[in-house]
């Protein structure tokens, strides 16, 4: 069963199905991390219901959005929300396996500016896998690992362009250690905590295609506060897509 959903920019929809495909707090967050500049072009890999193109285009010095889906009824969705929010100009899903997928297969005579992802954050036989496959794909390394995602990043990003991502806290140093070993220097980096004095539970990180070292650590985001209400960062980032 399909629902309607305000995505929390004015005018904007979002078609998802709720047990299947629902974007997370984990786009939210990437999306207003990422910091784009005048007329980049973007690939966001593993896009799911196209949630984090939808938001970045709101920003409107965005360039061409791509977002890569591996799952066909996935990227069905996904073309719906962009055709549904008067989009079809700005952003395009490629139906592809990111393990494998080319600047070519995506049309592309440059390489991008920036990529985005959100890619599954536990390796199999950690945590309760989803009995819904969708789900299970999108949260467990089934079809595609940390390392796959990367070196699709490293593949399609052009020198000196960035990569953004979400991940696991518990998962830092993996992600760290990967990013440089594929000459994408870690150069922005933001912890994310579900209350003041929590362990952290999220990771932000932005890296730069053959940079220099020189990580900067960006102040703690904080979700709730003590009531269990957001916190006055959370409500400008409610706000800010509004």
Do not use: W
Not at 60 to 71: A, F, K, R
Not at 161 to 169: E, S, T
Not at 172 to 181: G, K, Q, Y
């Amino acid at each position: 069963m399909e629902r309607l959903d305000d995505l929390g920019i004015t005018g904007f929809k979002i078609i998802q199905r709720p047990g299947e495909a629902t974007f997370s707090i984990d786009a939210l967050l990437l999306a207003h991390f990422i910091r784009p500049r005048r007329g980049d072009s973007l690939c966001d890999l593993g896009t799911g219901t196209g949630v984090i193109p939808l938001l970045l285009s709101a920003r409107g010095s965005i360039g061409p959005i791509v977002g890569v889906e591996l799952q066909s009824e996935l990227a069905d969705l996904a073309e719906r929300n962009i055709r549904l929010n008067g989009l079809a100009g700005r952003i395009r899903v490629v139906r592809g396996d990111l393990r494998t997928i080319t600047l070519n297969d995506l049309d592309r005579n440059e390489p991008f500016d920036l990529i985005t992802a959100n890619p599954p954050f536990r390796k199999p036989g950690t945590g309760r896998v989803s009995p819904v496959a969708g789900r299970a794909m999108a949260r467990h390394e089934l079809e595609c690992t940390l390392e796959d995602v990367l070196m699709a990043s490293r593949r399609l990003v052009r020198f000196g362009g960035r990569v953004a991502l979400v991940h696991l806290a518990e998962r830092l140093t993996d992600l760290l250690v990967e990013l440089r070993a594929r000459a994408l220097e870690p150069k922005r980096l933001k912890m994310v905590r579900p209350k003041a004095g929590a362990r952290a539970k999220l990771v932000l990180v932005e890296a730069r295609a053959g940079g220099r070292p020189g990580l900067a650590i960006e102040a703690d985001l904080v979700l709730h506060d003590e009531n269990g209400g957001p916190t006055p960062e959370m409500m400008e980032i409610y706000g800010s897509n509004r």
